[in-house]
T-cell receptor, first 115, second 111 residues
Framework: DTAVSQTPKYLVTQMGNDKSIKCEQN?????MYWYKQDSKKFLKIMFS???????INETVPNRFSPKSPDKAHLNLHINSLELGDSAVYFC??????????????FGNGTRLTVT | GQNIDQPTEMTATEGAIVQINCTYQ??????LFWYQQHAGEAPTFLSY??LDGLEEKGRFSSFLSRSKGYSYLLLKELQMKDSASYLC????????????WGAGTKLIIKP
């Protein structure tokens, strides 16, 4: 009965590799997000999709490419991984971007370590 | 620019009361959220305030003053399990209702 699930939980890889993180939500929400949380615990928005449409695309290197095959899924693909990409990546969803009081529901995070 | 300030770290004693403050400067305001994040886990929703005043939910209460750009989270009867980071986030006035996040306050509870 997991609401927002993302895989894998841990990802250790070498510089230059390409990796993907998958995210799925079963809450029927319209909006999904990818956040990066660095070692200082600051949450930074990377992307947001509303009903499969990209609505937020922050200043993120184009090595990061989100894909939303349907509104319940938002995957993140990262090309040519760099040391600075090491962080925890959180997927989240909310009811609708137009509902101000709709809280975000987060997945358990993917701890990415690039060596 | 848009900014949210919270203390980096606070320490309190089990059974006591602690108040975690959050001040914000944002272009537009559509509500303020508090989240709890235990180490190594995901943030979980605690409260939402959009009107001035105090909202109480069990041991946790959240207060908002829009005119002062100020909120606080009040935790009563502290338990060891309350040791966590507490994140303040404001929903701004842009068309996407984007959330602006504070860096979080790490709360340490001592016996």
């Amino acid at each position: 009965d997991t609401a927002v699930s993302q895989t894998p939980k841990y990802l250790v890889t070498q510089m230059g590799n390409d990796k993907s993180i998958k995210c799925e939500q079963n809450l029927g929400h319209d909006t999904m997000y990818w956040y990066k949380q660095d070692s200082k615990k600051f949450l930074k928005i990377m992307f947001s999709y509303n009903n499969k449409e990209l609505i937020i695309n922050e200043t993120v290197p184009n090595r990061f490419s989100p894909k939303s095959p349907d509104k319940a899924h938002l995957n993140l693909h990262i090309n040519s991984l760099e040391l600075g990409d090491s962080a925890v990546y959180f997927c989240a969803s909310s009811q609708d971007r137009g509902v101000a009081n709709s809280p975000l529901h987060f997945g358990n995070g993917t701890r990415l370590t690039v060596t | 620019g848009q900014n949210i300030d919270q203390p980096t770290e606070m320490t309190a004693t089990e059974g006591a009361i602690v108040q975690i403050n959050c001040t914000y400067q944002t272009s537009g305001f559509n509500g303020l959220f508090w989240y709890q994040q235990h180490a190594g886990e995901a943030p979980t929703f605690l409260s939402y305030n959009v009107l001035d005043g105090l909202e109480e939910k069990g041991r946790f209460s959240s207060f908002l003053s829009r005119s002062k750009g100020y909120s606080y989270l009040l935790l009563k009867e502290l338990q060891m399990k309350d040791s966590a980071s507490y994140l303040c986030a404001v929903r701004g006035g842009d068309s996407n209702y984007q959330l602006i996040w504070g860096a979080g306050t790490k709360l340490i509870i001592k016996p």
